[in-house]
């Protein structure tokens, strides 16, 4: 069955004024509407349909389209398109309770076989973080620093099944970037992690790392329940 076109009309007039491109228009009008949830995940998000509701050409749309991807907040499949991306607070949950096992874990063997090479990297890399505005940038940042604290663990399987859930949770560190301006509290996270693995102390290290899993999913819960009940 032939979906309708999305109804934008109401985001388009409230970011018509705001920006001086048309792809910048497009991207923070279709940005509003999905994390408002007004358009649902799943949802197509067609070109031709998208062009016609904000009175432009199809190639900014294209471009607009590739920087929500970037966010997380949009996904592109072969034969449908583009369409909004599913975000699940239960997916969330589930990769995170195997981070909260896994990561400590890891750590706990790395941590006496770091170098200060090794943290030194690991600080260059928060300190990226730091001015990083690229929400695919930032993402593939933190996937460097924590493996780096993890990377001297000597357990291959460990570390490979660690990277597979980091690489599961960067969709969702991108959607909390655009919807939550989530990296500062995440920065004082890492940087209490990496403060504690330069003291050597394997316990804080590792409450660390379950309280900066934990947190994240906490957020996105709370943010999706209040979405759903506006």
């Known amino acids: 069955m032939t979906q309708p076109p999305l109804d934008l009309s109401a985001f388009v007039a409230r970011h018509r004024p705001r920006f001086r491109t048309a792809t910048e228009f497009i991207e923070a009008a279709l940005r509003d509407a999905i994390l408002s949830g007004a358009v ?4 197509p998000l067609r070109q031709e349909d998208i ?9 900014p749309v294209r471009e607009a389209l590739r920087q929500l991807e970037a966010r997380a907040l949009v996904e592109f499949h072969p034969h449908r398109g583009a369409v909004v991306a599913e975000i699940s607070a239960a997916d969330m949950a589930d990769i995170g309770a195997i981070r909260a096992a896994l990561e400590p874990a890891a750590l706990r063997a790395s941590l006496p076989h770091l170098t200060a090479a090794d943290l030194d990297l690991a600080a260059d890399l928060a300190a990226e973080m730091d001015a990083e505005t690229d929400a695919g940038r ?7 620093f924590h493996m780096t604290l993890y990377a001297r663990c000597g357990l291959p399987r460990l570390l490979g099944l660690v990277e597979q859930h980091l690489a599961a949770v960067d969709r969702y560190l991108r959607f909390q970037m655009a919807a939550l301006d989530y990296n500062r509290p995440s920065q004082e996270e890492h940087r209490a992690l990496l403060a504690a693995c330069r003291a050597g102390d394997a316990e804080a290290a590792c409450r660390v790392v379950v309280a900066h899993v934990e947190q994240a999913q906490v957020s996105l819960e709370a943010f999706l329940a209040e979405r759903e009940g506006a």
């Open 51 to 59: 062009a016609t509701a904000f009175g432009v050409s199809r190639m």
């Open 40 to 43: 649902p995940g799943g949802a």
């Open 138 to 144: 930032m993402g593939e940042l933190n996937r460097r």
